[in-house]
């Protein structure tokens, strides 16, 4: 399968079916709790780099937060990708069942 990367980002994409909605939600929570935990990470860090004892902590919560953030396009990357992929399933489920096509399945 190609993907078109014209075809990944359009707005109206998570709504075009019920199993749209579904994944898009699933990518959504996954987004959200990523993006929670990166900035409870930071916080943390932030209040340890206060005393000197706590600084290597803080510099390792620092770290893990910057993974999570990074992580955040890659779940949006992800999101489009598998939308994208589904709607081309769809496309190829619909013209296997159309009425005049040849499946013999």
């Known amino acids: 399968m190609k993907l ?3 075809k990944l980002f359009q707005s109206r994409r998570f709504d075009a ?10 990518y959504e929570i ?4 990523i993006d929670l935990l990166a900035a409870v ?12 004892a706590t600084v290597y902590a803080g ?3 620092f770290i893990i937060g910057s993974v999570f953030f990074a992580a955040r396009p890659a779940v949006r990357l992800a999101r489009e990708l598998h939308l994208a992929g589904l709607e081309d399933d769809d496309q190829t489920s619909r013209a296997t069942s159309s ?3 040849k499946n013999t399945g």
């Open 99 to 101: 009425p005049g096509s």
């Open 17 to 26: 079916s019920p199993k749209h909605r579904e994944i898009y939600s699933a």
């Open 30 to 33: 996954a987004y959200s709790i």
């Open 41 to 52: 990470l930071f916080i943390v860090g932030s209040i340890l780099f206060l005393d000197d």
């Open 59 to 61: 510099t390792w919560l």
């Open 4 to 6: 078109n990367p014209m």
